[in-house]
């Protein structure tokens, strides 16, 4: 094939555009990157503060579950961070997807669950819950952020939007015919 073709060959037909790796280095990660780093700072501005007043008022029960909740919180919001100032280093192309691939492993964003119920849980002041809901649903889009950037074992985008072609590449390898 000359060189002039595989100019006009479009991206499909060269390789498979992976989605999530477009989305990271778009305006919507920007977007996310500030709600994430303002999530952090409006966090810690609270704790340092408000929050500090309104768990002196607590019960003993609910006063432990919201030591428990805000360490959580304070843990998850900053493993969330990182992730996201390494992915903002990709971007802005101070570290290549490889570095910052070893770089992640260090980093948890598995689900730090809150517990959401048991005792104290409904005592706890409404900011608080609602700082725990904001950062969670917040982890989940970057988990899946993160899995189509850095997990290259799961299927492309673009088998995702092709179930067919998805199962017949299965049924392929489970054959063994390669085309």
């Known amino acids: 094939m000359s060189d002039s073709q595989k100019q006009n060959e479009s991206p ?34 609270y704790l340092d503060g408000e929050g500090r007043e309104q768990s002196k008022g607590l019960s003993r029960a609910a006063s432990l579950t ?3 909740e805000s360490m959580r919180l304070t843990t998850r919001l900053m493993q969330l961070a990182s992730w996201l100032l390494l992915q903002r280093a990709v971007n802005e192309g101070e570290m290549t997807l490889e570095q910052a691939g070893e770089e992640k ?42 899995s189509g950037i850095y ?6 985008d673009s ?12 049924l392929s390898q489970a054959f063994g015919h390669t085309d």
């Open 151 to 156: 997990e290259k074992d799961l299927p492309h």
């Open 159 to 170: 088998d995702m939007l092709n179930p067919v072609a998805a199962q017949i590449g299965r």
């Open 12 to 45: 499909a037909e060269n390789e498979t555009i992976r989605l999530a790796e477009r989305l990271a280095g778009s305006e919507a990660f920007m977007s996310l990157f500030r709600e994430g780093m303002g999530l952090v700072e409006e966090t810690a501005a």
């Open 66 to 68: 919201y030591a428990t």
């Open 105 to 146: 492993a260090k980093i948890r964003l598995d689900k730090l669950a809150s517990s959401r119920s048991g005792a104290g849980w409904e005592e706890l002041p409404a900011q608080i819950k609602d700082l725990i809901e904001r950062s969670s649903r917040l982890q989940d889009r970057i988990r899946v952020l993160d």
